[in-house]
């Protein structure tokens, strides 16, 4: 019996082992300057900016009203699309506690804070992985960066699922975590996402190791998520039915073609290069994979191919599950609509990069040619990343939170029972009673 468990113990241990040392002092002190410059730059980049006065779709329509309009606990175990949102509720709670006139930064600075989390959260974790700190730093810095993830999906509660995803990923894989923290964030980010069952295999292989606080948190809320997606009603976005050649060519523009360019850049590049896009993208992703495959311990090895099938996985259910015209490749904006299905499943696709890139060795040619991969990544990333921050599109530049609570009030100083407040995007808006806008 001994041996038995034995095996899967020392197999469990070959593939997620545990970082050589806890992070130093001073690396704590140095996670946290990252921390809050994380946060800044997603407040104060032009679309965060924006974001601290425009509330988000159902940041407002959804989470906020029922926060104002419900009883705090029926609302955390509301569901709504098929699935539970526990955190975002449980954020607009908190956020409902302030003066009205704070909904919309509330929400925005909740949503930097959990997503630089998320970063914080990589960086800890990869260290048992990829042996160059500046690496590990770069992959952190992509959950901030990446300007798939800086329009849509900005600072707002609706998205964060998209982020939570990978942040939940690299807890499983964290060994050496805090333990009471991390536990509580998987497991409110397994009552929060729809696809977090996806991460189950992770969970069962981490309870053969040591501090299973972790796994069993997120196992007992992936039951309670199970439960309610098993039991819950469902809208689905359209009827319309999917053509799989169209979800292949949607998935490899959505995931390698915009994790090196931005969404809105693939409206420019597609039409005018067409599937040669694709072709470049998946060569420049693959080399480094197949060094990571090649070179890579067991551990790496392990990741890298878990990474590159995440990315897949995800990406495809998101386009199944949720397949209307609009995502087809010759749609107008090609890739905007439902541009947020790319966020997740382009971080698991450059984990897998990046294990490739730190696991070659520098002596071989091989290492000339990743290295060349390594310098191609950096420019288009770094590119695409300057380019977004001049993107229009991605500001928001409907009818602000102060404006709207103002039209509110004075609706209600003029006799209206409710007031109507209007959000972002457009022809959003929800209805509270007149007490909850100070009339």
């Given at each position: 019996m001994t041996a038995t468990i034995e095996r899967p113990k020392a197999l469990a241990e070959s593939v997620i082992p545990l970082p050589a040392e806890p992070p130093h002092e001073r690396a704590w002190f140095g996670m946290l300057a990252g921390f809050l410059g994380s946060v800044a730059f997603l407040l104060l980049i032009p679309p965060g900016w924006a974001r601290l006065d425009h509330l988000w779709a159902e940041d407002g329509a959804r989470f906020a009203v029922d926060a104002i309009r419900s009883p705090a606990l029926g609302n955390l175990v509301e569901p709504y699309g098929g699935y539970l949102h526990t955190l975002p509720r449980l954020v607009a709670q908190v956020v409902a506690l302030l003066p009205i006139e704070w909904t919309?930064?509330?929400?925005?600075i909740a949503a930097a804070v959990l997503r630089a989390l998320v970063a914080l959260i990589t960086f800890a974790a990869s260290k048992a992985y990829l042996r160059s700190t500046p690496m590990r730093f770069a992959l952190a810095s992509l959950v901030i960066v990446l300007p798939a993830g800086n329009s849509e999906t900005l600072n707002n509660m609706a998205n964060l699922h998209w982020f939570l995803l990978y942040g939940v990923f690299w807890a499983l894989l964290w060994r050496n975590a805090p333990r009471v923290p991390v536990a509580l964030f998987v497991f409110l980010a397994a009552v929060s996402s729809p696809l977090v069952f996806v991460l189950a295999p992770i969970a069962l292989v981490r309870l053969f190791l040591s501090r299973r606080e972790v796994p069993i948190a997120f196992l007992a809320g992936l039951v309670v998520?199970?439960?309610v997606v098993l039991f819950a009603t469902r809208t689905p976005y359209s009827h319309d039915e999917v053509d799989p050649v169209q979800v292949l060519l949607a998935s490899l523009l959505r995931v390698p073609v915009v994790a090196f360019t931005g969404s809105?850049?693939?409206?420019?590049?597609?039409p005018a290069n067409g599937n040669l896009v694709i072709l470049a993208a998946l060569l420049v992703a693959a080399l480094p994979i197949v060094a990571g495959l090649r070179f890579g311990d067991r551990a790496e090895r392990t990741l890298a191919l878990a990474a590159a099938a995440y990315s897949v996985i995800v990406i495809v259910a998101c386009l199944v599950l949720n397949w209307t015209q609009a995502l087809q490749v010759q749609a107008p904006e090609i890739v905007m609509a439902g541009q947020r299905y790319s966020i997740a499943p382009c971080l698991f696709l450059f984990t897998a990069i990046f294990v490739g890139l730190d696991a070659t060795p520098s002596k071989t040619w091989e290492r000339a040619v990743v290295g060349g991969s390594r310098y191609l990544i950096g420019m288009a990333v770094v590119v695409s990343v300057f380019t977004h921050l001049q993107e229009?599109?991605?500001?928001?530049?409907?009818?602000?939170?102060?404006?709207?609570?103002?039209?509110?009030?004075?609706?209600?100083?003029g006799g209206a029972p409710e007031a109507r407040l209007e959000h972002e995007p457009k022809d959003w808006f929800f209805v509270v009673p007149c007490g909850s806008v100070g009339r």
């Open positions: 919309a930064a509330g929400f925005a998520q199970g439960l809105e850049r693939v409206s420019e590049f597609y229009p599109r991605a500001v928001l530049k409907g009818v602000p939170w102060d404006e709207s609570l103002a039209r509110a009030r004075a609706a209600c100083a």
